[in-house]
């Protein structure tokens, strides 16, 4: 029942990131996924993959060692003052050098009895950035159990190099909405 098949959502994601430049908006909020549910491996901090080697094609040092990072934390109840109901996740990005590119976009999902529903996507540009965050917000029915996703992918040019990486994290069990600690009535 799975739409994305693992042949297919590589394929995708393999021409996605070298065809396609960077997104050139600087910021955006959406109700159309950006990002598959099922995009790339599970974790919640991995390194950026190079899409460039050296001239020769044997510069194995420069796609070995990742300039960049993405980083998704788990989808949480925001602790966001003044903030009630609703579930945050956050995708962060750090390069280690000044990129001339640095993108993210992301999307949050709940898991329904039909598969992941899409509740919110974003993106985020900024050149020159070393560090790059993207928060997603989705408000939710009290008392609501469910599991959510994170799913983003993450973009640098650093020199002529492209870093890239799409991953995902999420709950292994159901939070349940409550109210934001802290929250005033």
């Known amino acids: 029942m799975n739409r994305w098949s693992a042949p297919t959502l590589i394929a995708a994601t393999l021409v996605t990131l070298l065809a396609a430049p960077a997104p050139a908006a600087v910021a955006a909020d959406t109700d159309t996924p950006l990002v598959p549910a099922e995009a790339g491996p599970a974790g919640s901090d991995l390194p950026l993959v190079s899409g460039q080697t050296g001239s020769s094609g044997s510069d194995v040092s420069a796609a070995a060692i990742s300039v960049c ?50 509740l919110r996507s974003g993106s985020v540009t900024k050149p020159t950035a070393r560090k790059l965050r993207l928060p997603l917000n989705k408000g939710c029915d009290g008392g609501a159990l469910f599991r959510y996703r994170g799913s983003g992918r993450f973009y640098a040019l650093v020199g002529k190099t492209s870093w890239s990486r799409s991953f995902y994290n999420e709950n292994a069990k159901e939070i349940k909405c409550v109210r934001t600690p802290g929250a005033s009535s």
């Open 69 to 118: 990072t993405g980083g998704i934390d788990y989808p949480h109840i925001s602790g966001t003052s003044g903030v009630t109901y609703t579930i945050s996740v956050h995708f962060d990005g750090s390069c280690r050098t000044t990129p001339t590119q640095h993108n993210i976009s992301g999307s949050l999902y709940r898991h329904r009895w039909y598969g992941w529903e899409h």
